[in-house]
């Protein structure tokens, strides 16, 4: 069953702007995950962080976890044209990874 | 990095048909699979999970006799389409977990489904 619920459903902002995008779920996790997804393509793994872990950083990513919050956020800086994708945060828990309906974000050049 | 290789990438089918995809782990062995289903601009619906030389566990809701799902080797798994109809029209996703690195998940590329 669907678990993570990531907000804005679309964002669009320009070139060497930041996104943030977030994520809630309801249940306990093990870990939570970002991906990013082109249009009609598979989903790429982008960052892991667990449920013991405040904040990880990847490159231009920032992801935090507020378990207390059940919530996640993830933040690109410096967004190039080529961010534009779907993201989707991806909750662990039993082994498994499901996802939420994911963010389309648009970078305008 | 590791590699998961999905084929086809776009099948189109009759009434009545079925159709087999496949998900290769190309550069690891893929101790569990998972098959996820996704219609446009919506979320990837876990459809089963699948681990290597035992039977599938499904999702509630997806009927088992209807998307058979093998995983024969630690590096493929099949997913059956049988009997197919117009709604079962998607796009299906295989993913893969590598036996050493066992939370990340690799993705296939994908399978347009299109039932007539």
Known sequence: SQQGEEDPQALSIQEGENATMNCSYKTSINNLQWYRQNSGRGLVHLILIRSNEREKHSGRLRVTLDTSKKSSSLLITASRAADTASYFCGTGANSKLTFGKGITLSVRP | ?116
């Open chain 2, 1 to 116: 990095g590791a590699v998961v290789s999905q084929h086809p990438s776009r099948v189109i089918c009759k009434s009545g048909t079925s159709v087999k995809i496949e998900c290769r782990s190309l550069d690891f062995q893929a101790t569990t699979m998972f098959w996820y289903r996704q219609f446009p601009k919506q979320s990837l619906m876990l459809m089963a999970t699948s681990n290597e030389g035992s039977k599938a566990t499904y999702e509630q809701g997806v009927e088992k006799d209807k998307f058979l799902i093998n995983h024969a080797s630690l590096t493929l798994s099949t997913l059956t389409v049988t009997s197919a109809h117009p709604e079962d029209s998607s796009f299906y996703i295989c993913s893969a977990r590598e036996r050493t690195i066992n939370e990340k998940l690799f993705f296939g590329s994908g399978t347009q489904l299109s039932v007539l």
